[in-house]
């Protein structure tokens, strides 16, 4: 194997999903992590057997970007603090308008309103099933 080569493979390293945090515990923090920084709108698709992308992606919005960034910075911090678990992926975070943090099986989607009104993930992915989270206090 050359060195560019080598190089190449070591750049599509996959992650095992076994290895990451249960999809319900972490659902769980990154909902109480987005409500806690009153993130909008916050729905859950269940896509396994859909996509292999993620099992589940969480989605919501805000009003302004320092609240996405608010929001992210919460959930990250959450996510690590009682689980130990970091985002593999993070996408977005300068622009502030729609950022994703993937967990390998939970996807979180945080966007400004008026994007998540365009890119209508609920609309694209409307054959996996739906559960709406609501604050209960």
């Keep these: 194997m050359t060195n560019s080569s ?10 095992d999903k076994a ?4 999809a319900d515990k972490l659902i769980d923090v990154i909902t109480e992590a987005l409500l806690d920084k009153q993130a909008e709108d916050i729905v859950v698709l269940d896509v396994n057997g859909l996509t292999t992308l ?6 919501c ?3 302004t970007d320092v609240q996405i960034k608010a929001i992210a910075d919460n959930v990250n911090q959450e996510t690590k603090e009682q689980l130990g678990e970091k985002a593999w992926k993070e996408e977005g975070r300068e622009t ?4 994703i943090l993937d967990y390998v099986n939970v996807v979180v ?3 400004k309103k008026e994007l998540r009104e365009y890119y ?3 609309r694209m992915w409307n054959d996996a099933s739906v559960r709406k989270i609501e604050d209960e206090q």
């Design 61 to 63: 919005h805000a009003q």
């Design 19 to 22: 290895k990451t945090a249960d």
């Design 120 to 122: 209508a993930l609920e």
């Design 109 to 111: 989607h945080i966007f």
């Design 96 to 99: 502030r308008r729609w950022v």
């Design 54 to 59: 993620a099992d589940k992606f969480v989605i």
């Design 6 to 15: 080598q190089k190449a493979d070591q750049q599509f390293t996959t992650v």
